[in-house]
């Protein structure tokens, strides 16, 4: 990693950005049936002083639009004059599935969040993600990857992290989220290729598919700076501390409870996410009302992700349930008490029904 003492250098890919210099360019990742340029929007702002190269990604998944809106804020915020390093910002890395607003490439349905680091001469995901990751992740330092749950569902704000993995606490820890999961990530996935291959990397998992949320989207904005301001990258900025900071190892009980029955799901929890073992957290019921059946909590946690559409099949996920221990969760209620619960809290019932004001 460049220190603040070494001349600063231009970012290189096929072009040259120079320090001092910001440059809003596109960059062609592929082709279309007609042969022509598929092309990436991306932001380098190069700072007037040297220091760490921090990418960060939107849309690897196409709906998943909330980062989209994230980086176009940072493209805009920051200046070669303020930053200490480079900001490569690569603001929709799914191209074909973000104009198809889905979540897949579409041919053929390929996940480019498991096409990583990709190879040359491969299927179209893998040719994607090996020019994607060789032009510009590989060149950088540290990197954030925003992403929002998967269509009909929504998520709690938190990071996904190997903390395991050097250098990566200090990120996620910078980035400041009250939640990480934390694990290896995927195989064949951004974050965990690029935290593999020494380049510290957290997943942000911010809302819903297909919409801008403005809250989270400022949660987001104010993680971005604490982490540019943690590593020098943006000194002027503040380093943030959550009210409470709570890892999730792999060995920790965590558990997507799925529907048994098909049928209308009627969503009993709230607002808070918070829910003791035993506790009612949905109903799904036959059109008749003849059969009920009641999903309950196995054990007090948190729910981090849960199924928005009201209708289920036998295994569809219906909740993801972290267990919280007596510690965690007496933080978490005092929180709530004080009404400063907000990261999701706030989204309580109204972030179930928040469809209309987030369009
Ligand atoms: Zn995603």
Redo the contacts with the bound molecule.
């Keep these: 990693m460049a220190t603040d003492e070494s001349e600063p250098e231009p970012f290189r890919y096929e072009a040259e950005v120079d320090p001092g210099e910001k440059r809003h360019v596109r960059h062609e990742i592929g082709e279309t049936y007609l042969g022509d340029a598929v092309e990436m929007p991306v932001t380098i702002i190069n700072g007037e002083r040297d220091g760490p190269r921090v990418f960060m990604t939107a849309a690897?998944?196409g709906d998943?639009l909330n980062g989209g809106k994230v980086l176009q804020e940072v493209a805009d915020r920051y200046a070669p004059a303020d930053v200490h390093g480079t900001l490569v910002l690569l603001h929709v890395v799914n191209v074909p599935g973000y104009q198809a607003q889905q979540?897949y490439i579409p041919i053929y349905d390929q996940d480019l969040?498991r096409s990583f680091p990709g190879k040359e001469r491969s299927n179209t995901a893998e040719r994607m993600a090996h020019e994607v990751y060789q032009t510009f992740l590989a060149q950088c330092d540290l990197g954030l990857d925003f992403?929002?749950s998967?269509r009909n569902r929504t998520t709690m704000y938190h990071a996904r992290a190997d903390v395991d993995e050097p250098g990566v606490e200090r990120l996620v820890h910078a980035f400041n989220t009250n939640v990480v999961l934390s694990g290896e990530g995927d195989a064949g996935s951004l974050r965990s290729v690029a935290t593999n291959n020494g380049t510290p990397t957290v997943t942000v998992?911010m809302g819903k598919a297909h919409r801008f949320q403005p809250a989270l989207i400022e949660k987001a904005l104010a993680g971005v700076e604490s982490v540019l301001a943690e590593y020098g990258v943006y000194p002027e900025g503040a380093v943030s501390e959550p009210a409470w900071h709570k890892v999730m190892g792999p060995s920790e009980e965590k558990r997507w409870l799925r529907a048994d029955t098909g049928g209308l799901v009627e969503m009993e929890w709230g607002p808070d996410p918070l829910v003791e073992a035993g506790d009612t957290i949905c109903t799904i019921s036959d059109h008749f009302k003849d059969e009920e059946r009641i999903v309950e909590a196995p054990f007090t946690g948190l729910i981090v992700g849960v199924l928005e559409n009201p209708v289920a099949l036998p295994g569809h996920p219906v909740c993801h349930l972290v267990r919280v221990d007596t510690e965690t969760r007496e933080q978490i209620e005092r929180e709530i008490n004080r009404g400063e619960f907000d990261g999701y809290r706030s989204y309580g019932q109204r972030w179930m029904a928040d469809d209309e004001e987030a369009e």
Excluded: K
């Design positions: 690897v998944h998943e979540r969040n992403h929002t998967t998992e």
